[in-house]
């Protein structure tokens, strides 16, 4: 019991003595120390972050880009390029089969194979850009557009008629 009595007389002198804080340097705050000449010429270098390491590039040799879409996207000289099967065939090949006459006109041409189609004013027929001009009951008038060896642009009219049935007289 001594020894505990011993300690705390001990712990409570040391407390007293801190809290009494020494004399005059308790009673005026504190002076903050002004930086020197020293301190003001040192270097200081920045703080440099660790720099990222960059993901290596996925490099395509030989083989497709699976991130690739499977069909190509169409450019504009793509769609020029593209053109419909009756602008492939030469008017030599086509005929007239019939002639509808109504509010809206048409035509049905067939190609040597036997493929058939329906045209109207304004559809591009042939190979030299041709264009129906006019359907007329007898007829169809394509306009064609085409260079010749000299490079200049000449304007051709051919006119696909209805071919007569044998047995059938014409008025």
Known sequence: MKGYLL???????????GCSGGGKDSQQPAKKPEPTAAVAKQDIKPVMAPEEQKKPEY???????????????????????MADPLQKISLSQIYLVGVI?????????????????????????????????????DGVTIRQHFKDYMGRVNTREVVLSLKKEEGVTGK
Request: charged share 25%.
């Open 7 to 17: 300690a705390c007389l001990i712990i409570l002198s040391v407390s007293v003595a």
């Open 101 to 137: 006459m109504g509010k809206d006109k048409r035509a049905l041409i067939q190609e040597s194979s036997g493929m058939g189609f329906i045209i109207k004013e304004g559809t591009l027929v042939g190979e030299n850009s041709g264009i129906v001009t006019g359907i007329r009951p």
């Open 59 to 81: 490099q395509v040799t030989g083989i497709r880009d699976p991130f690739l879409s499977f069909e190509k996207p169409l450019t504009k000289e793509d769609l020029k390029t």
